[in-house]
């Protein structure tokens, strides 16, 4: 197919803004980023860096989209950036409230969940790794991930908590397990029958069909974004039958309203409100995080569904 007949320009992918190199040995991300960018950016797919998925609401609403634009947001293998200007400072306020390896995990899903109302939310990790979850009226779902097989240079995952693994120290795909907060799109996934395993290039597949906006965060998303892309492309040419609720995911999503949480003191908010008033009330040097300290000790209304399907 040629490239100029598919159009992926309601694609987002971010990824860490990589310093230059300086200690004179090429690692796989700083060498495969830009390649994996500009491959990306002929295909019509948004590419940006150091998005902050504490405070999403910023990115979107600078490129002119809702949240409720977005049908499917993919997060792989969190954990604290390293190389942000202003780690040192991040990791000293994670200290400081006690943030453990799942709590920042937890923190960020929870984050992202809280931001996109309408987007089924996808976050990965190596089987090890913990994620405790409080979404309201969300089913939450657990199970293994996997990544279908395209033509194209496949992704592997590389979860180091070092951020920077050298040359040939890849991750694999087999590690990974998803928590998945289901949304309109994940709803019609679940009813094409039961798995135990969710392939994200299929689930991607169907979001592409259903139209509104793909995010995909976290680290080495260029990476995992273009084996996705590549994986749509190998199939667009094949005729697929698609859930009958398909073609309505979109209006529910742009239906859809953020959650709110009660505070301990009283009244309830959302994840905006949390912002709003650790940027503008507060004036709090690292206001996104403290956002999400903030709303992670809020109480939500609902406690999450039972998960059904693939769960485990």
């Known amino acids: 197919m040629a490239l100029q007949s598919k159009s992926f320009s309601t694609w987002h992918a971010t990824d860490i803004a990589w310093p230059p190199v300086g200690d004179g040995v090429c690692s796989t991300s700083r060498s495969a980023m830009e390649d994996n960018r500009l491959w990306l950016q002929q295909r019509g797919v948004h590419v940006s860096d150091n998005v902050d998925a504490f405070d999403l609401l910023s990115y ?12 499917l947001c993919v997060f792989n293998c969190a954990h604290g950036r390293n190389y942000r200007s202003d780690s040192d400072e991040r990791h000293a306020s994670l200290k400081e409230w006690g943030w453990g390896h799942t709590t920042f995990r937890s923190a960020i899903f929870e984050a992202i969940c809280g931001q996109l109302p309408a987007a089924s939310c996808v976050l990965t990790g190596r089987h090890w790794e913990q994620v405790a979850t409080q979404v ?3 089913r939450i779902l657990r199970c293994f991930a996997t990544y279908g097989a395209q033509s194209g240079v496949p992704f592997r995952p590389e979860p180091s908590t070092r951020g920077d693994r050298r040359e040939g120290e890849l991750g694999r795909v087999d590690d990974l397990v998803a928590t998945v907060a289901s949304g309109p799109l994940m709803d019609q996934h679940l009813l094409q029958g039961p798995w135990s395993t969710l392939d994200i290039t299929e689930l991607v597949l169907l979001a592409d ?4 906006v793909i995010l995909f965060l976290g680290e080495f998303t260029l990476a995992s974004s273009r084996h996705c892309v590549q994986y749509v492309i190998d199939h667009a040419p094949v005729e697929r039958s698609h859930p009958e609720g398909l073609g309505n995911v ?4 742009r239906m859809k309203v953020p959650e709110r949480r009660r505070h301990i003191r ?29 709303w992670l000790a809020m109480c939500p209304a609902i406690p999450s569904l039972p998960a059904g399907g693939g769960s485990r």
């Open 60 to 71: 979107l609403s600078t490129i002119g989209l809702r949240a409720e634009d977005v049908v």
């Open 136 to 138: 309201s009226e969300r």
């Open 209 to 212: 069909a259903a139209g509104g």
């Open 250 to 253: 979109l209006n529910e999503c």
């Open 266 to 294: 009283g009244g309830w908010y959302t994840y905006a409100d949390c912002l709003q008033h650790a940027m503008v009330d507060k004036k709090e040097r690292q206001p996104a995080l403290v956002a999400a300290n903030i």
